[in-house]
Each structure stands twice: as structure tokens, then as C-alpha cells.
């Protein structure tokens, strides 16, 4: 089973600054089967990118994702107040397709 | 609009089993797998299969083998996911997703199922 870790647990931001959400993987995963969501309290999960640098439908440009091998980041440039939330990284390129603990950006 | 509708909140006792539905619509429901994943209360997401509705493939997480299954019913576009012999640590939000690429692009509303003598 491949293991994702996320990095920090926690970022603590205001709106308008930089987030770098990083995940490692326990193994290498072709970049085609990874994937990032955002969740918020009493809500489902919202894919964000796939693909490791494909935005999913309707996610505005200031999300971005990136990386390789068993790299990989999600950036979001600017926050928006409606931005803190709960990230997920996830492989699923080789079952049990597994998802990272998470990374919670609050507000500073 | 892409949907998915799931069941009702479940209360189940110990070594009793489940079954949640999720009904699709807005999309072609064989055209793409369904996956189910669940999320103990504060806790992160955990992937426990998907279904393929185009024939009824699946392919279930080592961890659940033996005591999930999962069914669809093209007819009405609907798939379910049954566990058994369920313990307290079954306790989740269980939640559908349908297939993009092997990531999940739309989310049902989450199924709370409470495992409880």
C-alpha cells in the first residue's frame, strides 16, 4: 500500500498570502493518478486538481498543483476567505487508492 | 447537472450489516465507475472500492475484502455498497463519488452510518 504524508498538519495564513501544501508518497506514482481535494466542515470532498496539474471543472486559477514521482505540492496563490479548509492528497495509481492525512489552512 | 443522491442516516447494532444507495443523474450512469470512501467522525478520507456499473467490476481494498460489496442497478442508475458484520470503528460518513480519470469528480451528500449497541 502506498502511504501519503502531508505537510504541514497545520498552515496558519491570512487571506492574500501564498499556501504550499506538499505530500509525499511512500512510493513513486506516475503523475496521472494523483490527485488534490478540499473539504469543509460538514461538506463532502471537492476534487481540485487531477493529474497532479489539472485543474478540475469550475476550480479558479489560483490553485495549482505540481510534482512527481513522490513530490508532489498544491499552491494556492492568493487566499480567499472561503480558501480554509481541510486538503487531501490522494494516489490512485495502484489499489488501495489512498489518501494523505490531510492538511487543515486556517486563518491566522 | 451531474448528481448523486445518497440514503439516509443508518443506525445499525454490532455485527449487523449496512446498505447504502446512491442514485446518479445528469450523466450516463455506466459510462463511469463509482467509488465509495468513508470518514470516521474527525478523522480522513479512507477509499474502499469502486464499482464499474458497465458490467459490475469491482475491486474492493484489502481491508474491506470479505465484508463489502458492492451492486448497481443500471435500471434506476443506482449503486449501493453493503458492509457486514459491522463494528463500532464502522462508524463514518460513508460517501459516493463518480469516476474521473480514477479521482472522484462528484461527491454524494455522505451517508452517516452509526455502529451502536
Known amino acids: 500500500e502506498i502511504v501519503l504524508t502531508q505537510s504541514p498538519g497545520t498552515l496558519s495564513l491570512s487571506p492574500g498570502e501564498r499556501a504550499t501544501l506538499s505530500c509525499r508518497a511512500s512510493?513513486?506514482?506516475?503523475?496521472?493518478?494523483f490527485g488534490w481535494y478540499q473539504q469543509k466542515p460538514g461538506q463532502s470532498p471537492r476534487l481540485l486538481i487531477y493529474?497532479?496539474?489539472s485543474r478540475a471543472t469550475g476550480i479558479p486559477d489560483r490553485f495549482s498543483g505540481s510534482g512527481s514521482g513522490t513530490d508532489f505540492t498544491l499552491t494556492i496563490s492568493r487566499l480567499e476567505p472561503e480558501d480554509f479548509a481541510v486538503y487531501y492528497c490522494q494516489q490512485y495509481g495502484r489499489s488501495p487508492f489512498t489518501f494523505g492525512p490531510g492538511t487543515k489552512v486556517d486563518i491566522k | 447537472q451531474v448528481q448523486l443522491v445518497q440514503s439516509g442516516t443508518e443506525v445499525k447494532k454490532p455485527g449487523a450489516s449496512v446498505k447504502v444507495s446512491c442514485t446518479a443523474s445528469g450523466y450516463t450512469f455506466t459510462d463511469y465507475y463509482i467509488h465509495w470512501v468513508r470518514q470516521a467522525p474527525g478523522q480522513g478520507l479512507q477509499w474502499m472500492g469502486w464499482?464499474?456499473?458497465?458490467?459490475?467490476?469491482?475491486n474492493y481494498a484489502q481491508e474491506f475484502q470479505g465484508r463489502v460489496t458492492m451492486t448497481r442497478d443500471t435500471s434506476i442508475s443506482t449503486a449501493y455498497m453493503e458492509l457486514s458484520r459491522l463494528r463500532s470503528d464502522d462508524t463514518a460518513v460513508y460517501y459516493c463519488?463518480?469516476?474521473?480519470?480514477?479521482?472522484?469528480?462528484?461527491w454524494g451528500q455522505g451517508t452517516l452510518v452509526t455502529v451502536s449497541s
Open positions: 493529474g497532479a496539474s
Open positions: 463519488a463518480k469516476d474521473h480519470l480514477g479521482s472522484g469528480d462528484y
Open positions: 512510493q513513486s506514482v506516475s503523475s496521472s493518478h
Open positions: 464499482i464499474n456499473p458497465n458490467g459490475g467490476g469491482t
